[in-house]
């Protein structure tokens, strides 16, 4: 009698597993279906995030963990940024610290006057080594000559360089001068910018100037227009003023010294004090 022959299971997976899947599939839907139709309580989300704020500081330069925030989702600048939220976070430590500072000095003002002119000459001595760095890549350190108080920073041009003798022509060589002078003022003009004109005591007389005071002024006037028509400057922020022989720096009774007094001046005043 012949041997029957065994019944081989068809290819495929299981039955039961197609089932299975079948389930699940049905439930992962059934489980994105209620979470889309869920909501979030704006309210205690909130509070959640303000309580985090003031116990850990996590929140106060800004930044998110998803999303555009500051410290992760910025892929290969998240160095720069995470640098720039230490700044921030420290900027506002530092300004609380001047704050307190200054509060001791309530009943003292002349100590709180003495004060706020250190931290203005301060200020002033790094803007001034930073106008000098910029005079000397543009080749002007033979023409101008910088310097500071505690109100300003200084700009200072021989008067020889920038005009004739008895007039306010600007020389084709001051144009030159100014153009980069003007590049060095559109950076670091952040407040008032005052040009000063100053001559010898040398009495004039002519036809265009009745005295040193119109000449001098007649010469702020002539780098005031200059500087208006070349360089992006706010004409708000821009002033001019003759101060003829009035404010010497030098012996005027020398060749030296009269040539150091015929001068033009730019102040640039700190924005920031």
Same mark, same amino acid.
């Not at 030159?176 to 004039?204: A, K, Q, W």
């Not at 227009?225 to 010497?248: C, F, I, S």
């Given at each position: 009698?012949?041997?029957k022959r065994e019944e ?9 597993m197609?089932?299975f899947?079948?389930?699940?599939n049905?439930?992962?839907c059934f489980?994105?279906?209620l979470?889309s139709?869920?909501t ?5 989300l909130?509070?959640?995030?303000a309580?985090m704020?003031?116990s850990?500081s996590v929140?106060?330069?800004g %930044?998110?963990s998803?999303?555009?925030g500051m ?10 940024e995470l640098s ?6 420290g ?5 609380k ?6 509060e ?5 003002p002349?100590?709180l006057?003495?004060?706020l002119?250190?931290q203005?000459?301060?200020a002033?001595e790094?803007? %001034? ?9 543009s ?9 500071f ?12 360089l920038?005009?004739?003798s008895g007039?306010a022509?600007?020389k084709?060589?001051a144009?030159?001068v100014l153009?980069?002078?003007?590049e060095?003022l559109m950076?670091?003009s952040?407040?008032?910018i005052e040009?000063?004109g ?9 036809a265009q100037?009745a005295s040193n005071e119109?000449l001098?002024?007649a010469?702020?006037l002539?780098v005031?227009y ?9 004409p ?5 003023a003759?101060m003829?022989d009035?404010?010497?720096?030098a012996?005027n009774?020398?060749?030296e010294?009269?040539s150091?007094n015929?001068r ?10």
């Amino acid at each position: 009698m012949a041997k029957k022959r065994e019944e081989t299971p068809p290819p495929g997976s299981p039955a039961w597993m197609s089932t299975f899947s079948d389930l699940m599939n049905l439930l992962l839907c059934f489980f994105v279906l209620l979470f889309s139709m869920s909501t979030i309580d704006e309210a205690k989300l909130a509070e959640i995030v303000a309580s985090m704020s003031s116990s850990f500081s996590v929140f106060d330069g800004g %930044a998110r963990s998803i999303g555009d925030g500051m410290l992760i989702s910025n892929g290969v600048s998240q160095l720069n940024e995470l640098s720039q939220y230490i700044n921030s976070t420290g900027a506002a430590a530092d300004s609380k610290q001047d704050t307190q500072n200054l509060e001791q000095y309530d009943n003292d003002p002349q100590g709180l006057k003495e004060l706020l002119e250190e931290q203005n000459l301060e200020a002033n001595e790094r803007m %001034a080594e930073s106008v000098a760095e910029s005079v000397a890549e543009s080749g002007l350190s033979e023409q101008v000559e910088v310097s500071f108080t505690s109100q300003y920073v200084e700009l200072t041009m021989k008067g020889g360089l920038l005009f004739d003798s008895g007039s306010a022509q600007l020389k084709e060589e001051a144009e030159r001068v100014l153009d980069r002078v003007g590049e060095i003022l559109m950076r670091y003009s952040s407040g008032l910018i005052e040009i000063e004109g100053h001559t010898d005591n040398v009495p004039i007389r002519s036809a265009q100037y009745a005295s040193n005071e119109e000449l001098s002024s007649a010469r702020a006037l002539s780098v005031f227009y200059y500087l208006l028509d070349h360089a992006a400057l706010d004409p708000t922020e821009l002033k001019h003023a003759g101060m003829g022989d009035r404010v010497p720096i030098a012996d005027n009774s020398t060749e030296e010294g009269r040539s150091r007094n015929r001068r033009v001046e730019i102040r640039i005043y700190n924005g920031v004090l």
